[in-house]
């Protein structure tokens, strides 16, 4: 019985992307969403677009990626750390959604994507890098959705999905985005007491909303559907807060601002996103 149980798991596991701007942002901001996909038992890729250099440390900093991400149970072959000249780290560099959708395209084949979370418009912090994330997420879905509309073979997409799918030829998957969202600086610093401010705002709980939603008659459910609720993952472990050991291994990283903000962010303990929709 559990032989063919694990078998059909196996056969239908999903795979989520997490596209990030930095080494670090992974368990900084997105640790309670990441371990919700664990307990979904997701294939979990980690993109990350620039290896942290602004202060030549971008080496080390991915190495610690690694195994921030490894705490996080996600294996070091599924961390992808970018290094373009022109998707360098900096509150000065602006990326273009050209070069971040072009990075998405080969990504999202090489490892027959379904779903991309990253960060919203205003990337947390407002850090540049973010936002440009973002806009470049938000490029590769459309330039997706336009092909899939027309039914284009998009590039080696098609055989991978065959292969691994076992699709008619030529059928385009749906790819769903979900943004994290950013708060104010009152509700980002409140701990986990956020949860209960998300929950008056309508937040929903995440993992019966996700479990639910991916169990619906797929594409037609989350495209005609007009509703857009605010999905919620959330950690209530307190000391230390789940992403206290993945950020230990950014050793780089570890002034004393970082463990203040790892304690008393509520992206320690709640993330809240909605799924992206296109115009
Ligand atoms: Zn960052």
Redesign the pocket.
């Known amino acids: 019985m559990d032989y063919f149980k694990k078998k059909r798991d196996a056969s239908v596991k999903r795979t989520v992307a997490f596209v990030?701007?930095?080494p670090?942002?992974e368990c900084?901001f997105f640790t309670p969403t990441i371990l919700h996909y664990k307990r979904m038992e997701y294939n979990i890729i980690v993109l990350c677009i620039s290896s942290g250099n602004q202060a030549g440390l971008g080496r080390f900093r991915s190495i610690e990626l690694v195994k921030s991400c490894n705490e996080l149970g996600i294996p070091g072959k599924n961390v992808i750390v970018i290094d373009w000249p022109t998707l360098q780290d900096g509150m000065d560099q602006h990326w273009t959604a050209a070069d971040v959708a072009s990075l998405l395209e080969e990504m999202t084949t090489r490892y027959a994507v379904d779903e991309i979370v990253t960060f919203d418009e205003w990337g947390v912090?407002g850090?540049p890098?973010?936002c440009d994330t973002h806009r470049g997420v938000i490029q590769f879905l459309q330039n997706y959705q336009q092909a899939r509309s027309k039914n284009l073979p998009h590039t080696h997409r098609k055989q991978v999905e065959d292969q691994k799918q076992n699709k008619t030829a030529g059928q385009m998957k749906e790819i769903r985005g979900y943004k994290l969202e950013t708060v104010g600086i009152i509700r980002k610093y409140i701990g986990i007491w956020d949860i209960w401010v998300s929950k008056l705002f309508g937040a929903i709980d995440g993992d019966s909303y996700h479990a639910k939603h991916n169990n619906s008659t797929d594409s037609s459910s989350s495209s005609h559907s007009n509703s857009n609720p605010t999905i919620m993952y959330t950690s209530t472990q307190l000391f230390p807060p789940c992403s206290y050991d993945p950020m230990k291994q950014h050793q780089t990283q570890l002034v004393w601002f970082r463990y203040l903000f790892i304690f008393l962010s509520r992206y320690s303990y709640i993330n809240t996103l909605t799924e992206i929709k296109l115009n």
């Open positions: 990030i701007a930095h670090d942002d900084m912090s850090h890098n973010h």
